[in-house]
């Protein structure tokens, strides 16, 4: 089955840098790549996607790039706030339903 | 319109016993996903469900089951209850199934002594 990894595990940011999340996946037959934010005690919310014939994706401060050929895509959050701090979460989906295969998370922490 | 809701929030129960918890989706979706969430192991895919129907299992063992109902409410059930089964319960719902958001709730927090 689907393999994610999903680099580094923990990751502190001055206030205004950029962050960067790596995540791999292993079944090339994966097509979206959803990423989640989860704040302590909430639950997981999207925060941005892509699918496999986009190579990058934007909103406001956030983006996601996604490389089919070597199979990784990042999570790039620029103008970092302290609201910024949560754990993040990369995923991978095949068109076999609503089923997802999640990196092990990367708990960001901005530090104002 | 609502959220995902799952109840109980908070359950304790005893090694052996066994517990269910639900899932009531967002009004029109019909796909409800159920994962578990520990800190080492992160969230692991457990079944999905599509129109009354798993269409995906996790490799978890048969103690895990689940259904889902005519009106897309979900429940899993977890028998024979072990330590390890302790953790964070979170139920996802999509509207229509591949390569679309998915909705978590808030989760079941599941504690077993």
């Known amino acids: 089955g689907e393999n994610v990894e999903q680099h580094p595990s923990t990751l502190s940011v001055q206030e205004g840098d950029s962050a960067v999340i790596k995540c791999t996946y292993s079944d090339s037959a994966s097509n979206y790549f959803p990423w989640y934010k ?12 892509i699918r496999s014939n986009v190579g990058e994706k934007k909103d406001q ?27 993040y979460f990369c995923a991978a989906s095949m068109n076999t339903g609503n089923q997802f295969y999640f990196g092990t998370g990367t708990s960001l922490t901005v530090i104002p | 319109k609502a959220g995902v809701t799952q109840t109980p929030r908070y359950l304790i129960k005893t090694r052996g016993q066994q517990v269910t918890l639900s899932c009531s989706p967002i009004s029109g979706h019909r796909s409800v996903s159920w994962y578990q969430q520990t800190p080492g192991q992160g969230l692991q895919f457990l079944f999905e469900y599509f129109s009354e129907t798993q269409r995906n299992k996790g490799n978890f063992p048969g103690r895990f089951s689940g259904r889902q109902f005519s009106n897309s409410r979900s429940e899993m059930n977890v028998s024979t209850l072990e330590l390890g089964d302790s953790a964070l ?25």
Do not use: M, W
């Open chain 1, 61 to 87: 401060r956030i983006a996601v790039t996604l490389n089919k050929t070597a199979k990784h895509f990042s999570l790039h959050i620029t103008e970092t706030q302290p609201e910024d701090s949560a754990v």
């Open chain 1, 38 to 49: 989860q704040e302590l005690g909430k639950r997981p919310q999207l925060i941005i996607d």
């Open chain 2, 89 to 113: 319960y979170l139920c996802a719902s999509s509207f229509v199934g591949p390569d679309t958001e998915a909705f978590f709730g808030q989760g079941t927090r599941l504690t077993v002594v």
